[in-house]
Every structure is written in structure tokens, then in C-alpha cells.
């Protein structure tokens, strides 16, 4: 389980790095916090990865959203829509077919609002316990739930970690906070910007060690999508511009690939998938929710794309006493000179 100490360093190289470059569908054990009551709080106790590689206790997922005006073949078939993964997830600036051409997007006012409709859409993984549960739902047998969090929820727990406001990680079996997530509105919104982290520790209890000890931790990597081939990217690519064209989705040529969400499509007539691997299903499809007034705009399309470069290795944080941790100033220190 990585410390509080390394998890404020990456994300403090994270944040760094950012300013110098100026999962499938009906699987109840994802946590639907979206259809809370309005005023209502749920109370969830996040868990490490059972990736112990993973520094954070969250994997962030990039996916770009493509609409397409019918399906080919369907005469009576409305708008649908076809998600797929962003290259530039696995790392690599310009990789990805669809940014790679919307980044040149912003040169023009005229195009920016287009840009926008295709740019990346980021959520975050995590996993963990529902301790108070503002759903009435039957909870599924193993109590280890998983969170599909949007970037206005994922600010406020990041910004709480970056503050002196932790001496371990949330996390921490022993030492860790648990997180009220608060639903108001905010006009016709779904709001959830009171949400917070709470005011006292707290040890997980019996019953909890024993569901992990039963049931094991999820390893997040595995609710990301799958890298797209080479072959994929060219289907990604093609698909961009038959939706900027305002075309019909092409079962014959895509449905092997990525397919919209709640249409059924026949693929016996479709192009092969030579890449050796199943063909990526529709996206999940949440119950209908309120939509979410987003605090933060997610502004990466202003970032210029230079050649990747090797992340900045955080600096050590002061050593303490043998036998002692790291004091939550020295941590705070650490960040503060690794900014200067």
C-alpha cells in the first residue's frame, strides 16, 4: 500500500508536469452514488488498489464520445452514441487519431465548440466500502463496491490530499477517513460539491478486514478499457470522421470493433477484427441521472503537445528519527520545496 507521502509526491509531479507543458454494463458491483436522494449523503471508505505497483488508490479513465445521426441498416434507428478509449491514456501525447486532429481545433474560434465535443472525457476508478448507504438497494455479496467518479468529485479528494489535513492515507486499514459524498442540486444540476472527506479517523472494523480478507481487492487496471491495436486505431479514426460528417454508424465495417450502447447490432456481415482480441462491447449505460454541473473544466485541450518526457522524479521526503514516519510538515515541506 503506497504511503500518504508517495501518493502527494506523484500527484504534486503530476500537477508539475501539467503546468510546465502549458466498465461493462448490469455489473451490480458498481456503487450508482448518481441516483442518491437529492440531500442525501452517502458515506464510502475507499480501498488501495490490488495493484500494489499503483501508487494511487484510482485509475483514471479517457474515453471520447462520438455520435452518429442513425445505424446503417436501421431506417427507424435514432441518434446513438459510441465510446472508445483515448490513446493518450497509456501515455503518449499525439497518439491518439481523434485529439491528434482536434488539438488543431482550438487554433480556430470558430471550431472550438466542436473541439470540445470531441475532446476526452475523464473519470476516475476507485474502489471500497458503502459504510452508510443513502440508496435503498440490496447489497450485492461482496461488499466491495466500485466508484466511477467524475472529475468536480475527484478534485475535491485530490485537493484534500495535497492539504495538511491527513497524518496517513484515507486508505489506511487503521489510520484512515472515510468520505461523505453529498448530492444537492445547484438549478436544474446534480451538485456535489459539498461532499468532503470526514473530520476523524477511523480503523476499519471486523467486518470489513473480513470481506477483504474474503474476497480480495479489485485490481482497477482491470475496469480500464483495453489499449486499441493498431487495426482499432484505424477503425477510431474512421469513425471520427464519419460522425464529424454526420454519417450513419456502419455495422458492417465497425461492429467487430466498438458499438453503440443499447442498440442491438448483428456482426455475422461484419469486417473481421484480425488484432486477436474480442471485440470492445458498448459502454455501461447507468440508470438515467441529473446531470452534473461540473466545477472544473477539464482544460487539457489547451496543453500543446510536445515529445513525451520522462516524469520528474519527486524529491525524498525529509528523513525523520529511525524508527519514526515522516510528520505530516515534513511531508508538506517536501511538496512545498519539489514546487520552488
Not at 263 to 289: C, K, L, W
Amino acid at each position: 500500500m503506497a504511503s500518504l507521502a508517495e501518493i502527494r509526491a506523484k500527484l504534486q509531479a503530476q500537477d508539475n508536469k501539467g503546468t510546465n507543458q502549458s466498465s461493462g454494463g448490469g455489473d451490480n458491483a458498481i456503487y450508482p452514488f448518481w441516483n442518491i436522494p437529492e440531500n442525501s449523503t452517502s458515506v464510502i471508505r475507499f480501498l488501495p488498489d490490488g495493484d500494489t505497483s499503483n501508487t494511487f488508490f484510482w485509475r483514471e479513465r479517457q474515453m471520447i464520445r462520438m455520435e452518429f445521426q442513425g445505424v446503417e441498416g436501421q431506417p427507424d434507428s435514432r441518434r446513438v452514441t459510441v465510446n472508445v478509449p483515448c490513446n493518450e491514456m497509456w501515455g503518449s501525447v499525439g497518439s491518439c487519431p481523434v485529439l491528434s486532429e482536434v488539438r488543431q481545433w482550438f487554433k480556430d474560434p470558430a471550431l472550438e465548440d466542436m473541439g470540445r465535443k470531441y475532446w476526452k472525457k475523464r473519470s476516475y476508478v476507485f474502489q471500497g466500502f458503502v459504510t452508510e448507504n443513502a440508496l435503498e438497494e440490496e447489497s450485492p455479496e461482496n461488499p466491495i463496491r466500485r466508484f466511477v467518479i467524475n472529475p468536480s468529485i475527484f478534485n475535491i479528494i485530490k485537493g484534500a490530499l495535497l492539504s495538511s489535513d491527513f497524518e496517513e492515507s484515507p486508505t489506511d486499514y487503521e489510520g484512515g477517513t472515510d468520505f461523505r459524498l453529498t448530492k444537492t442540486t445547484k438549478g436544474q444540476y446534480a451538485d456535489y460539491s459539498t461532499s468532503g472527506w470526514a473530520r476523524r479517523e477511523r480503523s476499519l472494523d471486523s467486518n470489513e478486514r473480513a470481506a477483504i480478507e474474503t474476497h480480495g481487492l479489485y485490481t482497477l487496471n482491470d475496469y480500464l478499457p483495453k489499449q486499441p491495436s493498431e487495426a482499432e486505431l484505424a477503425v477510431i479514426a474512421e469513425m471520427f470522421e464519419a460522425s464529424v460528417d454526420g454519417k450513419l454508424y456502419d455495422p458492417e465495417r465497425w461492429g467487430n470493433f466498438y458499438r453503440p450502447a443499447g442498440v442491438q447490432i448483428d456482426t455475422s456481415n461484419s469486417a473481421p477484427n484480425n488484432s486477436g482480441t474480442a471485440p470492445a462491447p458498448a459502454a455501461p449505460t447507468p440508470a438515467p441521472a441529473a446531470p452534473v454541473a461540473e466545477t472544473t473544466t477539464d482544460t487539457g485541450w489547451q496543453d500543446p503537445a510536445p515529445a513525451a518526457t520522462p516524469e520528474p522524479t519527486p524529491a525524498p521526503a525529509p528523513a525523520a528519527a529511525e524508527g519514526e514516519k515522516p510528520s505530516a510538515q515534513d511531508i508538506l515541506a517536501a511538496i512545498r520545496n519539489r514546487s520552488n
